[in-house]
């Protein structure tokens, strides 16, 4: 019996793009020589998604009601068969509460099963924020739920590539809400969360980059209600204090410059378009979101249900492979 890792994958929303890319990782031999990826879905839309694009289905289906007594034995790819709804009545690439409260269902099982020692880690295919609301589950996204359902004293999403790396101290919010989520012990906690994972995966003493929230990083309360100056500084002086290497607060505008970027092992951002357009930008098909402060390791892709492509044969599973990889390596450490 193999003694590879078990690694949990989520299906994503079935009407988007993670149906067909987890179809891909299941047939990737690469992907199985490092792990044995277990795609938590629905058995019948991942067939019917097979026969649409001509791709090879599943070999191994599990049942919900034999998991339990086989998840320990399972060592090839498999498909846990969480069912859904039904798999011919809703139509790909189209946005619907069925398909947002089926994807939802892949995720609640996969953390039971991370909990229970079951897998050693998940990796996320996209949800559809919409497609989830309409189903009356208020979630901002991934790194909420597994926050919430899991727990966690304090947690931040870090998106990582080898060209750059970025956490977040506030993530899926409106523009106009993000000076009132700021606060010292919140940016110190991501600071330090950051920290702690930078040693684990690039160095043993990583050198932080903290970005300001105004233009010009405020130009000493020009831009601005002083946020720079009361909150942001403030983290950083408490974080130097505890033997972490910050730089900053920079300019937004000009904290990615590669001669920054080789001299920082991540970002500190403030709000979620500040980090996610460089690291799109740079690292679309190849960066991994992962949710740090969790009690398990939890990577997902770096892109959404891309309904508009969705089950046409066009979308690029690199970013779930990247993903399940980085969680391989998480979870080894």
Known sequence: MSHLPRIAITMGDPAGVGPEICLHLLANEAIAAVCTPIVFGDARILWRCARQLSLPPPKR???????????????????????????????????????????????????????????????????????MHAAGIKFPGHTEIFATKMNAARSCML?????????????????????GLLTVQ???????????????????????GVLGLNPHAGEHGLFGNREEENIIIPAMELARARGIDVEGPFPPDTAFLPARRRSTDAFICMYHDQGHIPLKALAFDVAVNTTLGLPIVRTSVDHGTACDIAWQGKASPNSLFEAVKMAVKLGQI
């Not at 919140?186 to 932080?208: F, W």
Request: glycine share 6%.
């Open 159 to 179: 998106q990582y590539s080898d060209e750059v790396r970025a956490s977040f101290v506030t993530t899926h919010c409106g523009y106009g809400e993000v000076p």
């Open 61 to 131: 289906i599990l049942s919900e009601i034999d998991w339990p007594e086989v998840a320990a034995t399972v060592d090839q790819p498999a498909v846990l068969d969480v069912y859904g709804f039904d798999a011919a009545a809703f139509e790909p690439g189209t946005v619907s509460a069925a398909t947002g409260g089926a994807a939802y269902r892949y995720v609640e099982r996969s953390i039971e099963a991370a909990l229970a020692g079951q897998v050693a880690a998940v990796s996320t295919a996209p949800l559809n924020k919409e497609a």
């Open 186 to 208: 919140r940016i110190l906690d991501v600071i330090e969360l950051t920290a702690e994972a930078m040693k684990k995966i690039r160095t043993p003493r990583p050198k932080l």
